[in-house]
């Protein structure tokens, strides 16, 4: 078969299974040898090979047949090897996790270190989490991929990444032999970029398309690299057809994050998409009265007094991070000094911290964060217009000044254009009523009441 025919092969090919599956997967294959009713061909890597051979060995036989060559099989075999394969075959050998002897036919995986502290055990469940919580112990289990993927969002310091690395310390403790890749998205991105600059794309594919469990933390920031995103989407897609699990998280839901491409979102909302809600006042107490019997067994010497957990729990209630810094200072600062932790010791101690925890949000704040969210003039949000596509955002940003402030009603009148209480009261009633049935508006509340806490 002459080059020419097989450049005419190709171009069907491009029709029949399209200009990005044709990219990724035919354009790096080369025809070396049609004899005998066997048509070889070369593939760069053995995951490309197996790859290839699973999806697209009958819809290759089947051109180069309407091309008039006589076929009755194709095999493919990779470019630096000689030893064909008809089928795909399962790998000789499971890559051995980290620490273990590799032979040459591993892949190192450049996944982030995982924190030994971020396991089931010391994460603590309470009713904000407990979905979330339940989902991602469903995942860890092993079993059959149930929902994919597992996509979870929420504000800072609430719970996501401790619940990424619970899931892979779970996985490898049951499944030694499996293989659980967990990065951040601007990793991946790194990968990727590294990978294009040294021409080594093919082995960036092999490597991320052959594992059994993908994790990827903060996917929001690969949103607007549009390269990046295209290998993402690729990957995402490879893993599915292979029925492994990918688990993600993000600081928002997936439809809510700007400069992402549509078919990204679409995919990520095909699965499972849980909340971590922000915590309240029960779920901030255990926490803390987890930590302290952490540090108990570091300060066996100090007295915790009555009231003092109840205090941090009460004021700091944005961030779990800032909440167990809090607590890490205060026992630190005691041992040094070698004083009891009182409330008085509390309030000196994490002077710096609780004023910036009394930080107020203004009225100011939330019409500037709700037009910027629903994409409206902030001159709107207090004029006289009265067109759904203002008035709903109005009466948003006026429900969150009532629940979000100290304000009176006449005064959120005040700042509303002049408008009059009572016209408050509706507002803030309206939104009320329609949090239960329309739960579009409540995500939306939700996200805002995040940004608003920032």
């Known amino acids: 078969m002459t080059e020419e025919s097989w450049g005419q092969v190709r171009n069907e090919l491009l029709k029949a299974v399209g200009k990005n599956n044709f990219a990724t997967w035919i354009e790096p294959l080369k025809l070396s040898e049609l004899k005998g009713g066997i048509a070889r061909i070369e593939a760069p890597t053995k995951f490309m090979r197996d790859w290839v051979s699973r999806n697209f060995a009958e819809q290759i036989c089947l051109h180069l047949a309407k091309a008039g060559e006589e076929v009755e099989r194709v095999e493919f075999h990779v470019a630096t090897q000689r030893a064909a394969v008809a089928k795909p075959t399962e790998s000789a050998a499971r890559r051995k996790p980290r620490g273990q002897t590799r032979n040459n036919d591993d892949i190192d995986l450049p996944g982030a270190p995982l924190d030994a502290r971020f396991t089931f055990d010391s994460f603590v469940v309470g009713k ?19 929902f994919n993927p597992l996509f979870l969002y929420g504000g800072v310091g609430l719970g996501k990444t401790h619940l990424m690395h619970s899931i892979a310390h779970e996985l490898q403790t049951r499944q030694p032999d499996l293989r659980v890749l967990y990065l951040s998205a601007e990793q991946f991105m790194y990968r990727f970029v590294q990978a294009l600059r040294e021409k080594q794309i093919m082995d960036f594919k092999e490597m991320f398309r052959s594992v059994d469990v993908l994790m990827v933390d903060d996917v929001q920031f690969i949103a607007g690299k549009e390269s990046t995103q295209e290998e ?17 998280s993000a600081d928002r839901a997936p439809g809510e994050i700007k400069d992402l491409e549509e078919r990204i979102k679409s995919r990520l909302q095909c699965g499972l998409v849980v909340d971590l809600h922000p915590t309240d006042y029960e779920l901030r107490l255990g926490i803390l009265q987890q930590k302290v019997d952490f540090y108990r067994g570091q300060y066996p010497g100090l007295k915790l007094a009555n009231g003092v957990l109840e205090f941090l729990a009460h004021r700091i209630s944005t961030n779990v991070r800032v909440l167990e810094g809090a607590l890490t200072r205060l026992f630190a600062f005691a041992s040094l000094v070698g004083r009891e932790i009182t409330l008085e010791l509390a309030q000196d101690c994490l002077s710096d911290i609780l004023r910036a925890s ?14 910027e969210h629903y994409n409206i003039r902030l001159s709107d949000m207090i004029g006289p217009k009265r067109v759904r596509t203002i008035a709903r955002p109005r009466q948003v940003a006026m429900y969150l000044s009532k629940t979000l402030t100290t304000r009176s009603l006449p005064d959120i009148g005040r700042r509303f254009g002049g408008r009059d209480h009572t016209t408050i009261m509706h507002g803030v009633r309206t939104v009320e009523e329609l949090k239960a049935t329309d739960s579009q508006l409540a995500e939306d509340i939700d996200l805002l009441r995040r940004l608003l806490d920032r």
């Open 358 to 371: 009394d930080r107020k949000v203004t009225i100011e704040d939330i019409q500037r964060k709700v037009a």
């Open 128 to 146: 904000p989490n407990e979905l979330a919580h339940a989902a991602a112990r469903r995942v860890a289990e092993g079993g059959p991929v149930t």
């Open 232 to 248: 993402f989407f690729h990957t995402f897609n490879a893993l599915v057809d292979q029925n492994k699990q990918i688990v993600i």
